[in-house]
Nanobody, 119 residues
């Protein structure tokens, strides 16, 4: 099993920025798939951004150019840079990685990290 550790969340004012990180707990060969999702209270979990094997990136419509997803296989880490944050971005953010190790493949989820944007 591969554990994912998320960091970088917190409280920020409207218009501010945060960078979320999602790091795998062990060395990996590569990250095939990386996705950031979020869930606000009373709402369903929704996709924020994802990057696939061929580096094709997909963003939710609400991102509107404000967020950037990236991955660093050498550091076994995926990032979500969030700029121009709005109160409606307040949610728990989760990373989901499709990981290849030397001897196996895993689909892992992070524990979730809170992002709160004050108005």
């Amino acid at each position: 099993q591969v554990q994912l550790v998320e960091s970088g969340g917190g409280l920020v004012q409207t218009g501010g920025s945060l960078r979320l990180s999602c790091a795998a707990s062990r060395n990996i060969v590569r990250i095939n798939y990386a996705g950031w999702y979020r869930q606000a209270p009373g709402k369903k979990r929704e996709l924020v951004a994802e990057i696939g094997t061929t580096d094709k990136i997909n963003y939710a419509d609400f991102v509107n150019g404000r967020f950037t997803i990236s991955r660093d296989n050498s550091k076994s880490t995926v990032y979500l840079q969030m700029n121009a944050l709005r109160p409606e971005d307040t949610a728990t953010y989760y990373c989901n990685l499709g990981i290849i190790t030397v001897d196996d493949a895993f689909d892992s989820w992070g524990q979730g990290i809170q992002v709160t944007v004050s108005s």
